[in-house]
T-cell receptor
Framework: AQRVTQPEKLLSVFKGAPVELKCNYS??????LFWYVQYSRQRLQLLLR??SRESIKGFTADLNKGETSFHLKKPFAQEEDSAMYYC??????????FGGGTRLMVKP | NAGVTQTPKFQVLKTGQSMTLQCAQD?????MYWYRQDPGMGLRLIYY???????DKGEVPNGYNVSRLNKREFSLRLESAAPSQTSVYFC???????????FGQGTRLTVV
């Protein structure tokens, strides 16, 4: 079975500080990994996915198959980055599995 | 473009009552999902439908049933609500595996 673990429920940083949200996964095949974000009073939405190798809103994430990790990073946090972040994994029989989520708080 | 629409947005039920949460998408997506979101637990998959005419259990299916009525609609039914089912429920749809999931705005359900 596939599993996604986000070890930190809450991450609090000051504006301008680097951010790293951790994500570890277990999956026997070749995974597709995503980061989704939920801003206050907004719908859950895709932030980025590893297959695109893109940077969105200054965030990047690298898939490390050896460590089975897909950590989300940003060099300089902004207050508007405060949100709930979910790491997700697919596919396994079309299942889209999410981690427990990490709430990021960026303090002024 | 409405995307994924869930109804109702809020609901309070008494223990033992039944209800159906509705979800519809207008993007012609093949796969649809129902999740529940609980503090500290993240999003847990209840049921999903990989394509019209098929449904499968997810991580936490007990106490729920689903119907993929057609390609657009995927409903979630609670036959006998319990306080443990108090949660925020999200519906999502995906065109194909590995593509972006689109979410509804959520249904906040309280069972008293």
């Amino acid at each position: 079975a596939q599993r996604v673990t986000q070890p930190e429920k809450l991450l609090s940083v000051f504006k301008g500080a680097p951010v790293e949200l951790k994500c570890n996964y277990s999956y026997s095949g070749s995974p597709e990994l995503f980061w989704y974000v939920q801003y206050s009073r907004q719908r859950l939405q895709l932030l980025l996915r590893h297959i695109s190798r893109e940077s969105i809103k200054g965030f990047t994430a690298d898939l490390n198959k050896g460590e089975t990790s897909f950590h989300l990073k940003k060099p300089f946090a902004q207050e508007e980055d405060s949100a709930m972040y979910y790491c997700a994994l697919t596919p396994y029989r079309h299942m889209l599995t999410f981690g427990g989520g990490t709430r990021l708080m960026v303090k002024p | 473009n409405a995307g994924v629409t869930q109804t109702p947005k809020f609901q309070v039920l008494k223990t033992g009552q039944s209800m159906t949460l509705q979800c519809a998408q207008d993007m012609n997506h093949n796969s649809m999902y129902w999740y529940r979101q609980d503090p500290g637990m993240g999003l847990r998959l209840i049921y999903y439908s990989a394509s019209e005419g098929t449904t499968d259990k997810g991580e936490v299916p007990n106490g729920y049933n689903v119907s993929r009525l057609n390609k657009r609609e995927f409903s979630l039914r609670l036959e006998s609500a319990a306080p443990s089912q108090t949660s925020v429920y999200f519906c999502a749809s995906i065109e194909t595996v590995n593509t972006e999931a689109f979410f509804g705005q959520g249904t906040r359900l309280t069972v008293v």
